[in-house]
């Protein structure tokens, strides 16, 4: 019996890990020089460079593949769009949700924040721009690659993990809450793999992504994944426990937004795409 080619399968392409090997290479390459100029500064690389760095990876990968940027992002047609809202649309109701939950029970109460419009042009773009750069990293090339080569489930459950640990120094302050907020973490990938699954294009986790991120904090005034900035409305706890509201690290990090999180990632699971 002869033995497998170490670097074709067989249909004598180059096998899908080596194709993330070069994707690392690649993107290493491109990253080294950024995080160089940027190691005295505590912010570290920009999130736009990061983006850039990541898409002009994905270009070179994909020319070398000889295929399009569109097998990564999705036909760049009329369903884009409309998957985009849609995605925005359940991004928007999985914080809407648990935030009513804790409203309709007395935990939570808002007020106006008067100075809401001085920095929310510039949150939403962070939050777009940070969306942006997380889904075309684990929801492109490299989760591309891991579904071509290995299937669905071990693509997910490979990913997720990475995922969760982009998050760890977010996650690093929690105390016990932090096994909730990585739960939760791990879910909304497996929710956000599921979302390209379905529809084979970034729209709808990006979507989903972005609009989750800005219903919880700009709109509640909620933290994000950790980071407090203003918000439309400032909510006040009334005495309840971190596991119920998320704390300071955002409805991420609570039991009802959990709860949200898994029942979205269910009806996924059962939803077929209309797209042909």
């Keep these: 019996m002869a033995l497998p080619h170490p670097f074709l399968n067989t249909r004598r392409k180059l096998r899908n890990g080596w194709w993330i090997a070069i994707f690392f290479v690649v993107l290493t390459a491109l990253l080294f020089p950024l995080i160089m100029s940027a190691r005295d500064s505590e912010a570290g690389v920009p999130i736009y460079q990061q983006l850039a760095a990541i898409l002009v990876a994905s270009l070179i990968c994909q020319a070398l593949r000889r295929k399009p940027i569109s097998e990564l992002t999705g036909a760049l047609d009329w369903r884009w769009p409309r998957q985009l809202l849609l995605g925005m649309l359940a991004g928007a109701l999985l914080m809407a949700a648990p935030a009513l939950m804790l409203a309709a029970v007395g935990v939570v109460t808002w007020r106006l924040n008067p100075d809401w419009a001085s920095a929310l042009g510039a949150t939403l773009l962070l939050l777009a721009l940070a969306a942006a750069t997380e889904e075309l990293m684990f929801r492109g090339f490299l989760f591309q690659r891991l579904l071509d080569g290995l299937g ?116 996924l699971w059962f939803w077929r795409s209309a797209q042909t």
Excluded: K
Excluded at 180 to 188: M, S, Y
Excluded at 232 to 260: H, K, N, R
């Design 152 to 267: 669905q489930w071990p693509a997910q459950l490979l990913i997720a993990p990475l995922f969760t640990l982009t998050h760890s120094d977010a996650l690093a302050g929690l105390g016990p809450l932090a096994y909730l907020a990585g739960a939760n973490i791990f879910v909304a990938s497996i929710l956000l793999g599921l979302a390209f699954i379905r529809t084979r294009s970034l729209a709808m986790p990006l979507g989903l992504h972005f609009a989750a991120n800005a219903v919880q904090g700009p709109v509640l005034g909620f933290g994000v994944s950790g980071n407090d900035a203003p918000g439309l409305l400032t909510p006040t706890f009334q005495d309840a426990p971190a596991w119920l509201t998320g704390g300071a690290f955002g409805l991420e990090a609570s039991v009802p937004s959990f709860a949200c999180v898994v029942g979205l990632t269910v009806l």
